[in-house]
């Protein structure tokens, strides 16, 4: 069974950093795509930011140039390095990882979650 761990939030002031990590275990398969997501209160899960496996990243407006997403292939690993932190990214970060494999008929894409990890930014 797949699980992934998520580890590194916690409480920042404002102008602060943290590193989020997700270990994923229980698998004997990469994940073509790993990320993260977040959920503020009253709000919809959005993306923060993705890797994939060869190393492409994509990341949400708000964060760009602020938060910087990498992964351990090896370790089936993904980090989320947060600088300049502000009260708008408080929220629970969720780790993410997919994996598309081919039926024989078709593509499909397994997702996984975490639990989730709490950031709260405030002075």
């Known amino acids: 069974q797949v699980q992934l761990v998520e580890s590194g939030g916690g409480l920042v002031q404002p102008g602060g950093s943290l590193r989020l990590s997700c270990a994923a275990s229980?698998?004997?398969?990469?994940?073509?795509?790993m990320g993260w997501y977040r959920q503020a209160p009253g709000k919809e899960r959005e993306l923060v930011a993705s890797?994939?496996?060869?190393?492409?990243?994509n990341y949400a407006d708000s964060v760009k140039g602020r938060f910087t997403i990498s992964r351990d292939n090896a370790e089936n690993t993904v980090y989320l390095q947060m600088n300049s932190l502000g009260p708008e990214d408080t929220a629970v970060y969720y780790c993410?990882?997919?994996?598309?494999?081919?039926?024989?008929?078709?593509?499909?894409?397994?997702?996984?979650w975490g639990q989730g990890t709490q950031v709260i930014v405030s002075s």
């Open positions: 229980g698998t004997t398969f990469g994940f073509d795509v």
């Open positions: 993410n990882a997919d994996h598309t494999y081919y039926s024989g008929v078709y593509y499909d894409t397994l997702k996984y």
């Open positions: 890797i994939t496996s060869g190393g492409s990243t």
